[in-house]
């Protein structure tokens, strides 16, 4: 299934394409069936109201982040890093129109470029070019950490479109090495689904996770909606639903 295909199905199953036709469909309902339409409208607003709000949102990727633990370098060790690419900035007028790493990208290559610091193990960057974007995101991993980070990249992996792709593909390169222990550097909330997918393409995962979900305190503000917590939820659906998607595609295999 295509990059594009599947990213269609889930804009229709993640928030907010998936409640705005909820709310459609009440409003469909209103004349012909009241009583099932307000139900259905009642509904979508509490599950709006839910999905935008930081105590719920950032609850549900706590969930994700909880199977995971930040990494002890004087207890596990590894013989390679596996940065994961996070999506580009298409075409940022501030690098002459070029792409370059986006966000999440960039939070995954700062701690990337720390850990080899500290264990001086060699990078190997993953991430294809699932929207035909002109530089893959390998690539552009590697000209950030190289010139902006001043840390080297052994191996680009530049032909993956999403994670489980990414895992194969890694395993291929570095089995040539001769290297099957990694340390697996992603977001935390992304942890569980990526780890799974690299154990399962045949890698020994010293689980490297980033970026946890924090909060300053917990006030009347954290109940309030804001569109930054309709993204977490958003990215917990999504994470929940790769899981599931994993599990059925590798019954479905075995």
């Not at 409208?41 to 839910?50: A, D, E, K, P």
């Not at 895992?167 to 799974?196: C, D, E, N």
Request: hydrophobic share 45%; aromatic share 12%.
């Amino acid at each position: 299934m295509s990059w594009f295909v599947t990213n269609t199905i889930a804009a229709f199953l993640l928030p907010p394409l998936s409640l705005l036709c909820l709310l459609a469909l009440g409003i469909f309902l209103l004349y012909r069936r009241p009583r099932l339409a307000k139900i259905l409208l009642i509904g979508v607003f509490g599950l709006f109201w839910v999905a935008s709000t930081p105590y719920f949102a950032e609850g549900a990727l706590h969930l994700l982040e909880a199977q995971t633990a930040p990494l002890d370098i004087a207890r596990q060790d590894a013989d390679a890093i596996v940065i994961l690419g996070g999506g580009t900035y298409f075409r940022a007028p501030e690098y002459a129109g070029q792409d370059t790493t986006g966000t999440y990208t960039l939070v995954r290559l700062r701690y990337g470029a720390k850990l080899q610091r500290k264990t001086g193990k060699p990078i190997l960057v993953t991430g294809g070019k699932p929207l035909g974007n002109r530089i893959s995101e390998a690539q552009q991993m590697r000209i950030s950490l190289e010139q902006d980070f001043g840390v080297p990249v052994r191996w680009t992996e530049d032909a993956s479109d999403n994670t489980f792709e990414g895992a194969r593909y890694s395993f291929r390169i570095l089995q040539q090495a001769g290297i099957h222990k990694i340390y697996l550097v992603t977001h935390a909330w992304h942890m569980p689904r990526a780890a799974a997918a690299f154990r399962r393409a045949g890698f020994e995962v010293v689980e490297a996770p980033t970026d946890f979900t924090t909060r300053y305190r917990t006030d009347l503000l954290t109940f309030l909606p804001r569109a930054e917590s309709l993204r977490d939820s958003k990215i917990f659906i999504h994470e929940v639903i790769g899981l599931l998607w994993y599990r059925v595609k590798l019954s479905i295999s075995d």
